[in-house]
Each structure stands twice: as C-alpha cells, then as structure tokens.
C-alpha cells in the first residue's frame, strides 16, 4: 500500500530519543485493526462473565483459526503506508573459527546468475558509522583479516529485490562452505569470563537468627581477573568485607575437606545440556527506509521494544544514514525468552537501510534459527554438601557452576547469577559458599531462555538430594522434610523471602499421593507383568524466583462513561495468554475486565518519567540524589521476562483500578447510597469501604442496593472524578512508595509516579491541569521511599514453588525411557485466569521432559554453529513421550482472597527434570551427573 494520510499517522505514539522522533504502534492494538478482517482479540462481553471470570482467552478465537497475526505473517503490502514490493535477505556465516576470513566468493551464484542485488559488509558499517549497541559487544559483521569469535558469526548480508532470486541463492550456498574464504590458521579465540561472583553465608543459630555473614548484610564478591582466572580477595578474620568473606569460605572448605565422622559429605559434578529454544516462530524482521522521508520502520517480534527503542535510536542517530523518525511495530509473538534482547532486529534495521528504498524482510528458516538464536547455557556443576547422618540435617552447602555463555555476552552474567541463587531450591542452607563464572566460548551465543539457570542448577540439586538419600539410607522425601525451607528463614543470599513458603505443603501432598505411597507395589507388579523394563518413580519440588531484582512498569486504566475499559501495558504478549490477564486484574476494583488492552506499549511522556545510572549498580547516596526529582525512576521500563507479567506487570494496572474505585466509584456509590431524607438506606447500616464486594457484576456493600459499573460511571464522569490513571511503579525486591494529592485527598501509595485524568464534569482548574499530550494531570510525588540499593544483594524474595512426581519404565534392551504418568503440584498464590496457569503448567513439563530426555547438541564444530542442523537430528519431546492423556496436576488453594498472584511460566518446567532424573534411579539403581538421559547412556551401565 503506498498511501497514509497525515490524519492516520497520528495514532502513532510519539516520544524523542538521541535526536530521533520515535513512534511506536503494536499490531495488536486498534491502531492497525484496518489490517485485519476479524479483530484479534475477541470482545469482552463474549470472554467475561461476572462471577464465572474469562472463559477463555481474548485471542483464543484468533488462535484456534489461525487468524492471530505474528510478525513472520507482515510483508510490505500488509503495511498501510508502505510500498507493495518487498525484497528478501539472508546472512552468510562464518563455520570456522580458527582461521582468518579473508572474504566472500559469491562466483557459484553469479554463474547461475543469481548474484545479489546488494551486498552488506563490515566494510559498510565502518564507512557508515553504523556501531553494534553496547550491550551486544562484538560488532555486527567479521571484518575482513579477522578470525571470528564464534561459530555462525555473520560475515555478509545478501539482499534480493525479487523472492524466486533470493530463493534459489539461499538454497544454493546454505552451508556458505564456498562462499566464505578463510586464510591462514589462527586456531581459536580465548577471551576472558564475562563475568563471575561469589556468594558466602554463615548462618546464626536456626534459620531465624541473624547471620554471622551473609551479601545481604556484607556484600558479594566480584573478582579481579589474571590470565582469564578470578582472583579472590585474600582471606582475613578481621579485614574488609571481601576478605572477612574469604576467611569464611576457607573455613566451610575446611568443614567439607575434613569433616567429622557424624558428617557424609557428598561430592558430585553435573552437566547439563546444550539446548535450542525451538519457538515455533523463527526470528524474522520486516524494515523500510523511505527514501522520500528518510524514516525508518521495523516489525518485528521483541520481549523488549522499549530497550530496542533505546538502543536503535542512538545507532541511527550516529550512523550516516539520515532517520528523522523511527517507527517500531512490536507484534505478538512466542520465544521463551528468546526474543529478549535478541541482536536478530538488529540485522532486520540494518537490511532496511541497505534495501535501496525498499522494504527487506529478513526470516529465519530453521536451519538458519538453530544456526544464529540464542541457546540454553551448557552447565558444569560442582556440588559438594555437608550432611548430619542421623538427623539428615544439611550444613554447608558449596557449588561450583561455570556457565558456558557462547561467543557474545548477551545475559550470560545474569543467568549464571540466577542460577546460583536458586541453586538452593526448596532446602534451607545453614552455610553455603557459592561462586559463579560465566564463560566465553566459541558456540553460538547463549542468553535468555525459559528457566533462565534454575532448570541447571535446581534439577542438579534434586538429583543430589535423592543420591545422597541413598547413600546415608534415608527415604528421599523424609530427607526434604528434614531440611525444607520455611516462612522467615533466610536464603543463601541472606534474605527473608516474600510471605508464606508452602514447599513442605506441597511435600506432604506428594508424600500421600498413589504414585508415591504405592511405588514399590507399582514397581514389583509393572515389572513382573512387562519383564524387559525396569519400573521408576521420581520426585523433585523448587521453588523459583520471578522478577528480574529491578522491575519498572508503567501502566494506564481509563474508565469511559458507558462503563467500558481501556488498559495500556508495558508488557508483550507472548502467546502466555497475557493480555487476557491484564484484562482480567482490574476486575477485583472495577468489576469487570477490560474491554481494550494495548500491549507493548513504550511510550509515557505524559509521566515525563527519567532513569539515569543502572538500577543494579547504582550507590546509595546516588539513588538519594537522584530521587529529589520527582520525575526521575531507577528504572523506566523492564522487557517481559523472568515471569514478571502476572504479578509484576500487572501490580500498577491494580493500583492503578484501585485509585480509580477509591476516587471515583467509591464516593459515586456512597453519594448514591445516602440520598434522600435522614441519610438514605446506608444510614441504618454502617457503611464502610472495607466492605465494598462486586456481586455479579454489580458494586455492593453490607446491604447496599447493586449498582452497575456502568452507572457508576456515567455518574462519576459527570461529576468531574478521576476516571483516568497512568501509574509506574519500580521493584527492587520490595516496592516503591511516595504520598500523592489526589483530588484533594493525600494517599500513599506503592508507586512512584502518577497521573490522572478526570471525567467531562470537572471543573476549570481540573481540565486547565489535564495538559500532558494525552490529557492527563500529573501529579507530583512526596516523601518517595525506594527499597535500598543494598536489597541488590539480596538476590531474590519472590518465589513460586512446583513439585512432580514421574513414573516411568526403561527398556533394559534399548534403554529408552517411557514416560507413564506425573503428576505436579504447583502454588501460584490467586491465579488470575485457572487455565491460563494449566496451560503455562502443561507447556513447560514438556520442555522440561525435553532437557531430561531428549534435547541437546554438541557444542562446538559439530553442533548448530555449523548450519546443517534442523528438527531431523534434534528431538523435542511429541506427545506421545509426555504422558499427554495421563498427566494430572493441582494448584494449591490459596491462603486467602488477597494473595497476589505468582509469577510461574518458569518454574513449572523446572521439578519434571529431577524428578524424571530420580525415578531413572529407582528403575535402575543408578543416579545420572549428565543430562539428558538419553537410551545410550542408559545401556552404558545397564
């Protein structure tokens, strides 16, 4: 399409970064419904219904009938302003990692005559000044003369104006063995870790006690680096924090290295395997520079726009491309992490500016996607734990984990961190010592991924618990029951843990259940009838943390006059069934769920809200100073990850109905209640707002008449009240919290920046204030209090925890491993939609059944770096090997109507590998280090 009109451009969501105008519009929102013939999202009215909650999900209709729009599904025509002609890339890639590159050799293309119609190059980003982000560090193309970092490393772009072209060249150098020209031996790049650290506690007496030492309340350690080695501070009883740390360490190494004959020390090392996400949707990108405009467009798929939005700005500002406007189209999409901070767009604007002023898409096919997107971290785990014989009681807890992060950085650092605070899993540790490292190496790039660490490390501790239950002859679970962590004791980290831990809840569940109670009858009676397998039953439980220690969101509930709702979110919807959720929050305040959500959304100017240093670095007396400006946040925006949408995310869109109730609904309803002679019907009964109940869709409280939102409503607009409110609140494993006049009552709330906007009533000085671009009133902060920078150390106080019981039998012939029943128990707090937790819950046993049986890959030259890998040698779990038709589970019930609800989308695909692990070895009598465990592994020692 090659016409938009000035009037249609203006929905677009305007802000200015780094000198470029940017504009962002989901393809989900109402901005782009000419798009499409049928809405994505179904109307409320059919989804909601009072006292029942969502039916089902908004896109549900879309999804089961293939009409939810993806970003693979854009071309040009699909997009209302751009032109009709689209043009296709492909990215040739370095196999070798040992010798120079020395250049290209397109000849076995222009014989064919199938020659690009452009080529892109490190010499062309060197001559257009266009610069990799940070973030990402090496830069985007090998330069000629250089060895390449990793394998899969791209050298060149091709560009083809035409698809039958492209096609054929694609096809024809797939494997770019010919057409990547490599000179003298190197042999292969070492670099140092990108990161490590080390956290050491002491514990007081109990759990309960203060701490001799601990990062929360000392610090943790970060080394210097000599010949790519960490070098830890020396160890001194009465020296500095770092040292008093290594004084510590040297004496729980000496509990472990010399214990007492009433202590078994267990010493093991795990691996754990190298795995693709496999997202159904493959990295792909659209993107035009309008060569009459200069504007740049992008559509893409993103966990993160708002950090692509701050990272892409700047590259086209410094570049010498002319880009006034910016335009990002974040779409839905799917990627368990693996469209979070992903370079893939990157490459996507790069093949716009080079498209000769038309659009280029840039798709992954999936030999290219196992090729280039980011994997799961191969793990080495040393474990060794101190454990009482009689009593079982665990002492000192040490862990050794190096995780292989592949040739670009990406959250390599972080998820080594992840892992090693969760490395604890359901158990209290009285003393631990846990030191991280984060590698480089050169396979393709490792980064974020659903269990993010936790599935290493966790499954590895499970593995550990049943072995060295074994081995000092106690029952597996009475071991668990012996060393649970409960509510008020402190992590490895130091930290008391947000509310209630129900670990030892979900044990005593586990303890009484048939597979369970009844494996050894079970086992005698499957093997006597099935002579040629061995019978197994499993069980492993976690508790998993969610938030990423530094959460920003920003969120806007409107209410219209006709009752219906409109949400904007930060968050992305990634086939998690999220914008059904958000719809589905605000009904606890205003009765129903919202008829509009707008997803992805990066634009809040109205708040006028800035960050500065890194919320996860910066200093106390910095974070003082910054925190005078009332506008100024820790941080803005956090990417949708770490299974923060359920309650992070969604934390300022309740705060934000709840100012909107208290302000406007409540005071309309009890107005409404007391008219008439002598104080109406509420004066014969107490009426208070702690009682405010919404039945059936209607507001009520201790006898009051029902009244309709909708009425309510008409009522609250017509007296001016608020009936608008963005709000941004930040987490740093505790909320925020500032004072607010709001319509002239003082609130304090778990917020730091707030506006409002107020319905057509108000007055002259209430409309004159609502002068943001898009109408709002912002309010101006008091007494901001923000959680410490020292609560950084703490790691992580939000958890989920999921147990699973397995039962299986293995082929003593062929060694392979059948899967019968598992059951899991998870505790998610008030789940916002049922099914949307069994959903989340039935997706990540299967991927969490892949990592114990099936998944993984060589790392190096034979792996996915060298692009002849697809589907046919990697084996994801089918249905046929999950127990499809038998897998029960249970959401414990919540302790009360008020609990929040839980991030879980990571820690149900965490307890399945264990498990599976631990019932191996009840089948066979030996316990794996090495996942997965595959059929050859099993007939090494059967």
């Not at 009938?65 to 040009?76: M, N, P, Y």
């Not at 498209?355 to 096919?365: F, I, K, T």
């Not at 280039?372 to 474990?383: A, C, E, G, L």
């Not at 106080?797 to 598992?822: I, K, M, P, Q, R």
Request: one cysteine or more; charged letters at 25%; a negative charge.
């Amino acid at each position: 399409m090659t016409t938009f009109d000035a009037s249609r451009r203006r929905f677009l969501k305007r802000s200015v970064i780094a000198g470029v105008s940017v504009y962002v519009a989901n393809l989900g929102s109402p901005a782009f419904a000419s798009l499409f013939e049928d809405k994505v999202l179904a109307p409320t009215d059919d989804v909601w219904r009072a006292g029942e909650g969502m039916r089902f999900r908004l896109d549900g209709i879309a999804k089961v009938t293939g009409s939810k729009v993806f970003a693979r599904d854009i071309r040009a025509r699909d997009m209302p302003h751009w032109p009709d002609q689209q043009s296709h890339a492909f990215i040739l890639r370095a196999t070798r990692c040992d010798a120079r590159f020395t250049g290209i050799d397109l000849s076995a293309l222009e014989d064919a005559g199938l020659e690009p119609d452009r080529v892109v190059t490190a010499q062309d980003m060197a001559r257009d000044g266009i610069e990799v982000p940070v973030f990402y560090g090496a830069p985007f193309f090998l330069s000629e003369g250089e060895t390449a970092d990793y394998l899969g490393y791209p050298v060149a772009m091709l560009i083809y104006h035409d698809f039958v072209r492209y096609r054929l060249a694609k096809n024809r150098i797939r494997a770019a063995d010919e057409a990547v020209v490599y000179g003298e031996a190197t042999g292969y790049p070492e670099k140092s870790p990108y990161g490590a650290f080390r956290y050491i506690r002491v514990g007081g007496e109990d759990g309960y006690a203060p701490d001799v030492f601990s990062a929360l309340q000392e610090t943790v350690l970060y080394p210097d680096f000599r010949k790519r080695h960490p070098v830890w501070p020396e160890a001194l009883e009465n020296g500095k924090d770092g040292e008093r740390a290594m004084h510590h360490a040297q004496q729980l190494a000496d509990q472990l290295d010399s214990p007492d004959e009433d202590i078994f020390v267990f010493d093991g090392e795990y691996q754990t395997p190298y795995i693709d996400h496999f997202a159904m949707e493959a990295d792909n990108t659209n993107a035009w520079h309008d060569p009459d405009t200069h504007d740049v467009h992008l559509v893409c798929g993103s966990q993160s726009p708002a950090d692509m939005v701050k990272r892409m700005t700047p590259m086209l500002s410094d570049s010498g491309f002319e880009s006034p406007r910016f335009f990002l189209h974040p779409t839905y999409t799917v990627g368990y992490g693996s469209k979070d901070n992903t370079i893939f767009p990157y490459y996507g604007l790069i093949a716009a500016l080079y498209g000769d002023g038309r659009p280029v898409r840039l798709a992954n096919d999936r030999f290219e996607q196992f090729q280039s997107t980011m994997k799961r971290h191969p793990f080495t785990i040393r474990n060794r734990l101190a454990v009482e014989r009689d009593s079982g009681r665990f002492r000192v807890f040490k862990q050794e984990l190096t995780a292989n992060g592949g040739g670009r950085a990406n959250f390599s650092n972080s998820v080594a961190f992840v892992g090693t605070t969760a490395a604890q899993g359901i158990y209290y540790m009285p003393s631990s010592d846990l030191i991280a490292k984060a590698a480089y190496s050169r396979m393709p790039e490792a980064g974020s991924m659903r269990g993010y660490g936790t599935i290493q490390t966790m499954a590895a501790t499970e593995l550990m618990v049943d072995e060295i239950a074994a081995a000092i002859g106690k029952d597996p679970m009475a071991l668990r029951r012996a060393n649970v962590f409960k509510s008020g004791m402190k992590n490895t980290q130091g930290a008391i843990p947000a509310g209630h831990l129900r670990g030892d809840e979900i044990l005593e569940r586990a303890e009484k259940h048939p597979i369970w109670r009844e494996r050894e009858t079970r086992k005698r009676e499957y093997e006597a009838a099935h002579p040629q397998h061995r019978y197994g039953v499993g069980f492993a439980c976690v508790q998993k943390d969610f938030g990423h220690g530094a959460e920003g969101v920003f969120s806007e509930v409107r209410l219209r006059p006709d009752g219906r709702i409109e949400i904007r979110n930060t968050g992305a919807e990634m086939g998690t069934g999220y914008s059904t959720s958000q719809a589905a929050v605000v009904s606890a305040w205003l009765g129903r769920a919202a008829d509009v959500v707008q997803t992805a959304q990066t634009d809040w100017s109205d708040l006028a809200m800035f960050e500065t240093a890194s919320p996860y670095t910066i200093s106390q007396s910095e974070q003082d100073e910054a925190a005078r400006d009332p506008r100024w946040t820790p941080q803005l925006i956090q990417a949708s990850s770490a299974s923060n949408s359920a309650y992070y995310l969604s934390f300022p869109t309740i705060e934000a109905a709840r100012v909107i109730f208290r302000h406007a609904l409540w005071p309309e309803a009890e107005a409404y209640w007391r008219r008439g002679i002598g104080g109406g019907q509420a004066r014969p009964y107490v009426l208070r707002e702690a009682d405010a109940r919404w039945e059936n869709g209607k507001l009520t409280a201790n006898g009051m008449e029902p009244l309709s939102l909708a009425f309510l409503a008409e009522r609250a607009h017509a007296a001016g009240r608020v009936t608008g409110v963005m709000a941004h609140a930040f987490n740093r494993w505790a909320w925020s919290r500032a004072d607010f006049d709001i319509d002239g009552t003082s609130d304090n709330l778990p917020l730091d920046g707030l506006a409002v906007q107020y319905g057509r009533g108000a007055g002259p000085d209430k409309k004159a204030a609502m002068d943001t671009a898009r109408g709002f009133h912002r309010l101006e902060r008091r007494n901001v209090d923000y959680p410490s920078t020292q609560r950084n150390n703490a790691g992580v106080t939000y958890y989920s925890a999921c147990g699973t019981l397995v039962e299986l039998a293995v082929h003593t012939g062929t060694g392979e491993v059948s899967l019968l029943d598992h059951h899991s128990f998870l505790e998610c707090g008030n789940p916002i939609v049922e099914e949307l937790v069994h959903g989340q819950l039935e997706g990540g046993l299967a991927m969490g059944i892949g990592h114990a049986l099936y998944e993984d890959m060589p790392l190096y030259e034979d792996g996915p770096g060298n692009g002849t890998w697809n589907i046919n040698r990697y084996h994801i779990p089918r249905a046929s090997e999950v127990a499809v038709w038998k897998q029960t589970a249970e959401i414990l019930p919540a302790l009360s109507r008020t609990d929040p609800p839980k991030g879980i989308a990571e820690v149900v695909m965490i307890p399945v590998a264990g498990a599976i692990g631990n019932a191996v070895a009840h089948a066979i009598n030996h316990h794996f280090h090495r996942l997965p465990i595959t059929p050859e592994r099993i007939r090494e020692v059967l």
